[in-house]
């Protein structure tokens, strides 16, 4: 996949306008913190390879070279603090839908910002922000899909895949890439309008957990229930002996109870 690919076939009219493409780079998110004051919103930063990508609570993200797309996406929608959470909603159901119409299969979503296929990880999403006064004025998305990779090692066997996995045929990643961003784009329309319930509305039908039993982790604590709804806030309400409890999209890890 080339930058020229991705230009030649790309149809959003803002997302993936501006994108920087490197072949190696220690994190896309961090080049784009740096890259984002001088940057229009929906710029790119792609890399076929991360020395050092980062998933929610310090993990690494194990991404084989040239098979998957790693990229990261810069927002400047000016959300507020009490709604931040929106983002990850909204960020999943973009991959999710793109997934679906390439795929044909129905992805799930794991709150705050998993997509799964077949009951398996394909994408995790990382969205990290800088503030000013109160108010979001950037966030960086960075989005770790797995699409052509064949094989996960270690303990990754039996909890990860990819979109060749899932359907057994291989992607154009360049394809991929833009059926996620045209996504973006739909979706974006409705963060810029606060109409956050309408994403959250869709976000929903994607969230298969919703109604099991789960078990929430935060740090060293775990706390387990019934998993009633996710706020349109980005908060999950979990049901544990009859109360409702809120959590907020942070440092915390969902596991649902098999």
Request: with cysteine.
């Amino acid at each position: 996949m080339t930058k020229d690919e991705i230009t030649k076939k790309l149809r959003s009219k803002v997302f993936g306008q501006a994108v920087h493409y490197y072949q190696r780079l220690e994190s896309t998110n961090s080049m784009a913190r740096i890259l984002a004051d001088q940057s229009n919103e929906g710029t790119i930063v792609i890399a076929e390879e991360q020395t050092a990508g980062r998933g929610r609570r310090g993990r690494s993200w194990i991404s084989e070279s040239g098979e998957n797309l790693t990229f990261s996406v810069i927002l400047k929608p000016h959300i507020g603090l009490p709604h931040l959470g929106i983002v990850s909603l909204y960020a999943c159901l973009s991959v999710a839908e793109a997934i679906e119409s390439i795929t044909g299969k129905r992805p799930e979503v794991k709150w705050p910002n998993d997509v799964l296929v077949d009951g398996m990880k394909c994408c995790g999403i990382l969205s990290e922000s800088i503030i000013d006064g109160g108010t979001k004025t950037t966030i960086i998305t960075g989005i770790g899909l797995n699409v052509n990779q064949s094989a996960f090692p270690g303990e990754l066997t039996h909890s990860a895949t990819s979109l060749l996995l899932a359907a057994s045929t291989r992607f154009d990643r360049a394809d991929v890439l833009v059926a996620i961003l045209e996504r973006m784009e739909k979706w974006y329309t409705f963060v810029q309008t606060q109409q956050y319930e309408v994403i959250r509305s869709a976000w929903l039908n994607y969230a298969t957990f919703i109604g099991k039993q789960v078990s929430i982790t935060d740090g060293s604590e775990t706390i387990a229930g019934i998993a009633v709804t996710v706020e349109r806030n980005g908060e999950l309400v979990l049901s544990q002996n009859g109360v409702n409890r809120r959590f907020a999209v942070g440092d915390l890890t969902l596991r649902v109870q098999s």
